[in-house]
Structure formats: C-alpha cells, structure tokens
T-cell receptor
Framework: KAGVTQTPRYLIKTRGQQVTLSCSPISGHRSVSWYQQTPGQGLQFLFEYFSETQRNKGNFPGRFSGRQFSNSRSEMNVSTLELGDSALYLC??????????????FGPGTRLTVL | AQSVSQHNHHVILSEAASLELGCNYSYGGTVNLFWYVQYPGQHLQLLLKYFSGDPLVKGIKGFEAEFIKSKFSFNLRKPSVQWSDTAEYFCAVNEGQAGTALIFGKGTTLSVSS
C-alpha cells in the first residue's frame, strides 16, 4: 500500500512569491491535514480537509489556504511568501471512521526555503 | 487552547539505559493520545496510541506509555534503549471526537551512544 506522497520535495522561492504544495493521501483515506514544522515552533497544525471541506483550521494568517479534491488529494497554497514561512510542510492522512483517535500517516514533507 | 508540554528538550543516554520521556497536556475532557517518532531522514511514524481502556499501552520496538488522567500525563518509557532509538519523539493529543486537530509537543531529541 503506497504511503502519503508529497510534491515537490524541495522548493526555493523568494519573498513575495506564492507557492502550491501537493499531497496525495493513502488510498481510502478521507481526511488530509497539513502541518508546518520549524526548529523553533515545532509541529503546528495548519488545517484539515474532509470530503472537500475544511473541517478545522489552525492559527495561521489568511495567506495560508488549502483545498481538497474529490479524490481526496489536497493542495495548500501560501501567497506573498515571507522569510518566516521557510519550513518543512507535512501532510498527513487518515481513514477517519468518525473517531478522533484514528492514526494519522505522515508524508515525507516539502522543504520550503524562502530567500 | 489545548497545549502539550514535553519536559525534556534533549536526552542523552548510553545503550541499555532506561528511558522515560515526559508529556503533559492541558485539555480536561476526553482525549486521544499519541507518541510519534521521527528517525533521522525519515517520516514521522506512530509509536503508540491511547484511545480508551487499559491506561498502559504498548507500542512498536518495545516502547510503552502510561496514561495518568489525574496528572494529565502520557509518559513514554522503554526499559533498555538501543543506538537505533536515536530520533526525535513527539507527544500529540486531540480531543476525543472526529475533526479535532492533533496538537503536538515541541519534541524531545534522544541521542543514544553505543
């Protein structure tokens, strides 16, 4: 069974640009969550999508957005990039059978560097 | 807002030493608890989880954790660490219902010397 895949793996952008990251969940998983991982702040929850709807959102500015497609694939977009957006962006998927305790499976992440 | 605290930022042990990593959370209601591990250059993967029932849960690679509700704690333990346990360990919590965010602690880096 293929794991969670994320593309691209590495990305270098300059301030002010925008970026789109992609995530393909494990087959059959309906929920996709995004996290930002930095050395200073650790893993911070960005948002979660379920059935093409944003079900939960973390405390990030509106420059961070996402969407989910009918095949459960998800994208996140960051507009007007700032230096502080440099981070590892992780995607996680879970089956979501109606209980919060479903295990989340993580992808390898996209390493974004903003210059 | 919910928060998760991991008491140790960096732990250094020799092989065969015992390990205990502390984790405390702030939410007072029903919770699901997790420990994840990130080996160098690898994905985050689940070590163990607690939903309900026996508060002592066993995970992969000989790890276990004990949920103590009165102390809002979920400490990770291993009786004898190996060099291959060198990794970063994350405690995570979400509220016990669908659609709630998984909140992570800042992580503990474990270095095991052979």
């Amino acid at each position: 069974k293929a794991g969670v895949t994320q593309t691209p793996r590495y990305l270098i952008k300059t301030r002010g640009q925008q970026v789109t990251l992609s995530c393909s969940p494990i087959s059959g998983h309906r929920s996709v969550s995004w996290y930002q991982q930095t050395p200073g702040q650790g893993l911070q929850f960005l948002f979660e999508y379920f059935s093409e709807t944003q079900r939960n959102k973390g405390n990030f500015p509106g420059r961070f957005s996402g969407r989910q497609f009918s095949n459960s694939r998800s994208e996140m977009n960051v507009s007007t990039l700032e230096l502080g957006d440099s981070a590892l962006y992780l995607c996680a998927s879970k089956r979501d059978m109606g209980q919060g305790g479903d295990e989340q499976f993580f992808g390898p992440g996209t390493r974004l560097t903003v210059l | 807002a919910q928060s998760v605290s991991q008491h140790n930022h960096h732990v250094i042990l020799s092989e065969a030493a015992s390990l205990e990593l502390g984790c405390n959370y702030s939410y007072g209601g029903t919770v699901n608890l997790f420990w994840y591990v990130q080996y160098p250059g690898q994905h985050l993967q689940l070590l163990l989880k607690y939903f309900s029932g026996d508060p002592l849960v066993k995970g992969i690679k000989g790890f276990e954790a004990e949920f103590i509700k009165s102390k809002f704690s979920f400490n990770l333990r291993k009786p004898s660490v190996q060099w291959s346990d060198t990794a970063e360990y994350f405690c995570a919590v979400n509220e016990g219902q669908a659609g709630t965010a998984l909140i992570f602690g800042k992580g503990t880096t474990l270095s095991v010397s052979s």
